[in-house]
């Protein structure tokens, strides 16, 4: 029965591409990843405190089972990184295979099920870190086993680096890597999160790839004022003061304007749109029109009009301490996401006179991911994933994206990396719904998991392995 399964899964239309040399059984290999996913899920490496060298020490058991070698690598001991290295020949530049072990912490109360539990159940596996990054992480560790097992002849090193401190101390993991030990990293191209593909009911319809992302530059609002009890008005009020600037700064439409990146990703979402909305994504530039056209992303699809501007969202305020005392300050935070090309200080000093309050200071949040251009999307490696989207999903489009969050892609982008997001294969329905990365009853499918695996090695095997 082994064999027949085997054989069957090899007469399968993925299997049926030119990699197919490498005589897989995907449904052993789903299994074996399910179950490390599982294994990783239920170690707590809740960011803070983090302990991710836990972690490490569990992926470099698993990869000395296939006698793959690995270093750690640490500024924290508790909060080690991991590079493993499958060597080529050298002929080309290597690949870095990249993969977070810590995790958001939880609010374990309003949890359905036990957030480190990893229970696998009706097809799901339930717990933190299963959409991120953890799925990337048994997804990197796999391929490492793999090539190993299956011998496979490499004209690139493979390198995969199991980070820590992603979510918010990157300087125990890659602001650390980069700067101390960037020869064990150093390649031509990177893989790492960020990516989504959307599940319909014939099938995945988009394949999702990040090439660029937002800054991250957050700011707090400070307003200052003469304090004084509640029953005596004060135009010098800190709390009005603040309300005013958190105004305006939350209703300010920021210029507008487009990359590489997000071009191409309109410009191919048009193709599959309905006659209105490709009408709408072949008119974002139109003077004429760009203005209806980013009303209505604002009010149906938030995404879309993130992505066309630097953002601007307040998000916390504070300010007093009893009802009937006027406060001398009081603060607010707005997250604030810049276009990759934004100007962060001149940005500032149009906030500052935006606001028009010498009461109010804004203070900037230091700064803890770089600057970075877009990767392209005309790379040997943007043609693998293409290629291998196109044989796996042959219905989907592949769309370039743009993130509006953060990844540790920043600080190798920086370093003249070109570098790419993959990720998880999820419904519209589920990624509306409250399970998906940060939120309450974060979970996976199987089958994602399992597409994952399959996704990142075909890829590789592509650009990488000797034809």
């Known amino acids: 029965m082994h064999k027949i399964l085997t054989l069957i899964f090899l007469l399968t239309p993925v299997a049926a591409m030119a990699q197919d040399r490498y005589l897989v059984d995907w449904e052993e290999v789903g299994e074996e990843s399910i179950n490390h996913l599982i294994d990783l899920v239920r170690i707590d490496t809740s960011n803070p405190p983090g302990n991710e060298t836990e972690a490490a020490n569990y992926v470099k058991a698993a990869l000395a089972a296939d006698g793959i070698e690995s270093e750690m690598f640490a500024l924290d001991p508790d909060r080690a990184n991991l590079v493993a290295r499958i060597k080529g020949n050298g002929s ?4 870095l295979i990249m993969g977070h072990t810590d995790v958001v912490g939880v609010q374990a109360e309003r949890w359905a099920e036990a957030p480190f539990g990893g229970l696998r159940k009706d097809g799901w596996i339930y717990g933190r870190g299963t959409l991120d990054d953890k799925d990337n992480v048994t997804a990197g560790l796999m391929l490492m086993k793999m090539l190993k097992r299956y011998g496979v002849d490499l004209d690139r090193d493979i390198i995969f680096l199991a980070e820590s401190g992603e979510e918010g101390t990157p300087e125990v993991g890659i602001n650390y890597m980069v700067e101390h030990h960037w020869d064990k990293i150093e390649a031509e191209f990177c893989l790492a999160e960020g990516g989504s593909n959307i599940l319909e009911e014939f099938g995945v319809s988009v394949v999702g790839i990040q ?10 609002l ?15 009020n800190a709390v009005t003061a603040l309300a005013k600037a958190v105004a305006k700064a939350g209703s300010w439409q920021t210029e507008m ?9 309109f410009e191919r979402l048009a193709t599959i749109a309905e006659p209105e909305d490709a009408w709408r994504y072949r008119n974002v530039e139109n003077p004429e029109e760009t203005e209806a056209i980013q009303q209505h992303f604002l009010e149906n699809y938030p995404y879309h009009y993130s992505v066309l501007r630097t953002s601007v969202v307040p998000t916390v305020i504070d300010g007093g301490f009893r009802r009937n005392v006027i406060p001398s300050e009081a603060s607010a935070i707005l997250d604030i996401r810049m276009l990759p090309d934004e100007d962060v200080d001149a940005f500032y000093e149009q906030l500052r006179v935006l606001i028009d309050d010498p009461n109010v200071e804004v203070s900037p949040e230091p700064i803890y991911r770089p600057e970075a251009p877009p990767s392209p999307i005309d790379t040997e490696m943007f043609q693998s994933l293409e290629k291998v989207a196109n044989r796996m999903y042959p219905e989907a489009l592949v769309l370039p994206s743009m993130a509006t969050g953060a990844t540790d892609m920043a600080q190798v982008r920086a370093k003249g990396v070109a570098s790419y997001g993959i990720g998880a294969t999820r419904s519209v329905e589920e990624i509306n719904s409250g399970n998906g990365a940060h939120g309450d009853n974060e979970r996976v499918s199987e089958d994602s998991v399992k597409q994952l695996v399959q996704f990142l090695w075909y890829t590789i095997i592509d650009i990488a392995a000797t034809k």
């Open 257 to 265: 304007r487009l990359n590489p990146v997000t071009r191409a990703y």
């Open 222 to 236: 400070i307003a200052r004022g003469t304090a004084g009890h509640g029953s005596v008005p004060r135009l010098d």
């Open 211 to 220: 090439s660029t992302e937002k800054k991250p530059r957050r700011a707090t």
């Open 92 to 95: 080309k530049r290597p690949i």
